[in-house]
Nanobody, 137 residues
Framework: QVQLMESGGGSVQSGGSLTLTCAAS????????AAWFRQVPGRQREGVAS???????MYAPSTKGRFTVSQDNAKNTLTLGLDSLQPEDTAMYYC???????????????????????????????WGQGTQVTVSS
């Protein structure tokens, strides 16, 4: 099964930018659907963005227009560009991958405000370990 590792998190000031990378190993990411999520302490996971089964980017309402998701099959990575960052974007950012059979469900979760993190493994998906993004005002 694929394993995922996120990188690129850090601390920036309000209005700044970051690029997060989710590197896949053990399998080809193109065999899966993949998405980005985030979580702050005391809250459930929140959808951020995903790539649907046709390769089109999908975004949660809170990130549309500021974040950019892309997949590089040659590098086996999923990337998230974060622009115009605000303090409310401070969170641990996670990537997840699941079988293409449940792609529509993963994309749906990537647009949800809150959901239990065990929904991903329940549908046969996997999480990365996360990377922290901190935005100061």
């Amino acid at each position: 099964q694929v394993q995922l590792m996120e990188s690129g998190g850090g601390s920036v000031q309000s209005g700044g930018s970051l690029t997060l990378t989710c590197a896949a190993s053990g399998d080809t990411l193109d065999n899966y659907c993949a998405a980005w999520f985030r979580q702050v302490p005391g809250r459930q996971r929140e959808g951020v963005a995903s790539i649907d089964r046709n390769g089109a980017p999908m975004y949660a309402p809170s990130t549309k227009g500021r974040f950019t998701v892309s997949q590089d099959n040659a590098k086996n990575t999923l990337t998230l560009g974060l622009d115009s960052l605000q303090p409310e974007d401070t969170a641990m950012y996670y990537c997840a991958a699941a079988s293409r059979r449940v792609c529509n469900r993963l994309v749906q979760l990537s647009t949800l405000d809150q959901f239990p993190e065990d929904w991903i493994p329940t549908m046969g998906g996997v999480w990365g370990q996360g990377t922290q993004v901190t935005v100061s005002s």
